[in-house]
């Protein structure tokens, strides 16, 4: 299997704070990397597909970036709707694994 | 508009066979995969398997190979996950979702709770 390893696995940020999470695989996946987002008692939301292109309906205060098997998530700005749980997954081969999670804290 | 519309929340024994559901609709039901993801209480994201609906054929992680079956029904537009002897640690949330290389979609979870 492919490991995805995220970091941090929780951050405190404040509400307009620039935060960046890395998602780290065990070997090269191109650019077959999701990011989503979910909040308490909800369904994972899709944030970037294919490494760096935003899901329609996105705020573009989100960002992803990377190839092989380094690969960032950004917000550029952080909003209180932010505040949530961030996973990385990779699609490139099955079984299609996730990170392990990032948790955004209020500070 | 895509509607993926999970079965609801279940209640079962240590041993019992349990088979929940995923109804698609607002699409072609046999041009996507459908996949099934685990998060147990407090926990992340884990991907238990995918179904192509329009041949099913079906792909398992290792780690849920043996342990539950994934099918899918394309007259009636819905895929299963089923246990035939469900332990204490299968109680989590299971989601279904429309897998391509990213899941844009996703049905609303069932919880499944297992205790004597």
């Known amino acids: 299997d492919i490991q995805m390893t995220q970091s941090p696995s929780s951050l405190s940020a404040s509400v307009g704070d620039r935060v960046t999470i890395t998602c780290r695989a065990s070997?090269?996946?191109?650019?077959?990397l999701n990011w989503y987002q979910q909040k308490p008692g909800k369904a994972p939301k899709l944030l970037i597909y294919?490494?760096?292109s935003l899901q329609s309906g996105v705020p573009s205060r989100f960002s992803g970036s990377g190839s092989g098997t380094e690969f960032t998530l950004t917000i550029s700005s952080l909003q209180p709707e932010d505040f949530a749980n961030y996973y990385c997954?990779?699609?490139?081969?099955?079984?299609?694994?996730f990170g392990q999670g990032t948790k955004v804290e209020i500070e | 508009e895509v509607q993926l519309v999970q079965s609801g929340a279940e209640v079962k024994k240590p041993g019992e066979s349990l088979k929940i559901s995923c109804k698609g609709s607002?699409?072609?039901?046999?041009?996507?995969?459908i996949g099934w993801v685990r998060q147990m209480p407090g926990k992340g994201l884990e991907w238990m398997g995918i179904?192509?609906?329009?041949?099913?054929?079906?792909r398992y992680s290792p780690s849920f190979q043996g342990q539950v079956t994934i099918s899918a029904d394309k007259s009636i537009s819905t895929a299963f996950l089923q246990w035939s002897s469900l332990k204490a640690s299968d109680t989590a949330m299971y989601y279904c979702?429309?897998?391509?290389?990213?899941?844009?979609?996703w049905g609303q979870g069932t919880l499944v709770t297992v205790s004597s």
């Open positions: 979702a429309l897998s391509g290389t990213y899941s844009a979609y």
């Open positions: 607002g699409y072609s039901f046999t041009s996507f995969w």
């Open positions: 179904i192509n609906p329009g041949d099913s054929d079906t």
């Open positions: 070997q090269s996946i191109s650019s077959y």
């Open positions: 294919a490494a760096s």
């Open positions: 997954q990779q699609t490139y081969r099955t079984p299609w694994t």
